[in-house]
């Protein structure tokens, strides 16, 4: 019996690689973005399935992959899947849920820490022989404890973030729509309903939303000069959320006193990316959710998932509920 076909477009955890192989040919060392169109296609072309981290698969590459029934995203992430296109043509589209929920929260809040507590400058303060500056440091560090947290998005990162930030006695605001006051309140947090008055009122702002086209430049030079300018904003979603120009000018005009950011608006960064050479930021590659707990955790659940529309079973996190109707492989509704 012919196996069906899986291509991995990025390398995942040895152990969601393990799985795919026991049930499925995998094709692997295409990988995106260093694999040419032609490759990327040929592989598409025999695809029942494809494990995506950030390759875009839009309407032209799907219309590339005749047999594929199921776009499964290793992460949480959607922004590069047109979803629509998939649903049109009887892709199921899933993602991992929230396998690596805890890293990225994880990492959030250590940005938070170390841009109030200033870790990189004064590393390399010591570094630069300014050991003595210490006394004229420590009076501009910023804390958590006793501070007031906003959180832009309630979901399953940001809950840990609230619970995290609970173990340094800050208040926990948070604004997101989708959950009432009620539910907030049951954990510990403030629903807040309008975005500036969130930020006028927090000393740390981190967002978790997804990347929309309304969430695109959700913070721009308003929302930046509605924060305290003891604040800082700290960003593990993505880049496109932030409009980099007006945070940049931001920081120049001492609106806010610094920025950590896992994401940029775009990826990989040109060598000259302004941020660079911005000393009040903090930046790390896009790597909130790479502990190796969190890898091999989303490689599994991005495996089960194509495992499970495979056999004619409906994912854990189904994200195109309307391809029911029209899968091209049959699933329950």
């Known amino acids: 019996m012919t196996k069906p076909v899986v291509f991995l477009s990025q390398p995942i955890h040895p152990a969601g690689i393990a799985l795919l192989k026991a049930h499925c040919e995998v094709i692997e060392g295409i990988y995106y973005p ?73 990492h959030a809040v250590t940005l938070m820490l170390a841009t109030q507590r200033r870790i990189v400058f004064i590393d390399r303060m010591i570094r630069d022989g300014g050991y003595q500056q210490r006394e004229k440091v420590g009076t501009r560090l910023g804390d958590l404890w006793e501070t007031t947290v906003g959180l832009v998005g309630l979901g399953n990162i940001g809950r840990h973030v609230a619970e995290m930030v609970s173990g340094f ?29 969130l930020l006028s009122r927090s000393d740390s702002v981190s967002l978790h939303v997804p990347l929309t086209p309304g969430t695109r430049h959700l913070i721009g030079a308003a929302e930046l000069k509605a924060m305290k300018p003891n ?77 499970a529309v495979l056999a004619g079973k409906r994912p854990a996190y189904l994200l195109n509920d309307a391809v029911l109707a029209t899968a091209r492989i049959a699933l329950p509704a």
């Open 34 to 106: 260093t694999a040419s169109d032609a490759e990327v296609e040929a592989a598409l072309a025999r695809a029942d399935a494809v494990v995506i981290r950030s390759m875009p698969i839009g309407a032209d590459r799907q219309d590339k992959a005749p047999h594929l029934k199921v776009i499964a995203k290793h992460g949480a992430g959607i922004d590069m899947i047109d979803i629509p296109a998939a649903t049109a043509r009887g892709i199921v589209v899933a993602n991992s849920g929230d396998a690596n929920a805890f890293a990225v929260a994880q």
């Open 231 to 307: 604040a800082v904003l700290i960003n593990t979603s993505r880049g496109g959320i932030i409009d980099e120009a007006a945070l940049i000018a931001a920081l120049d005009a001492g609106e806010i006193v610094g920025a950590g950011l896992d994401v940029l608006e775009h990826e990989p960064p040109s060598a000259d990316e302004p941020l660079f050479a911005h000393d009040k930021v903090i930046l790390s590659p896009h790597i909130g959710g790479g502990s190796e707990v969190a890898l091999q955790k989303t490689a599994l659940a991005a495996a089960e998932a194509v495992l």
């Open 169 to 197: 006695r800050a208040r926990v605001i948070a604004l997101d729509p989708g959950v009432s006051s009620e539910a907030m309140a049951a954990i510990g947090v403030e629903k807040i309903d309008d975005l500036l008055t």
